[in-house]
């Protein structure tokens, strides 16, 4: 099963996350199949950058979100609140 899941970058204590499709049996760092944005919770004010079009075309395809990036998905009004 595919997620759309956060994997973290950056340095100690200064955090980057890039919003990855992945298998979810794969670690959290691990090897993902795409790139459709990244977060930044440091910047202020926090740096959401989101594919839309690569984000919807990952959900039809069946690829669940998780809490986190369904939470950035619904603040960037990619998709809509249920």
């Known amino acids: 099963m595919v997620k759309l899941r956060l994997t973290r970058m ?11 499709a992945i298998d979810s049996r794969k ?4 090897e993902y199949i795409d790139q459709i944005g990244y977060y930044d919770p440091i910047s202020d004010p926090k740096k959401i950058v989101i594919d839309g079009d690569k984000a919807k075309e990952w959900i039809a395809k069946g690829a669940q979100p998780t809490d986190t990036v369904l939470g950035l998905l619904i603040s960037q009004g990619i998709i809509e609140k249920k």
Do not use: H, N, Q, T
């Open 10 to 20: 950056g340095a100690k204590k200064s955090p980057f996350y890039r919003i990855v």
């Open 27 to 30: 670690a959290r760092d691990g």
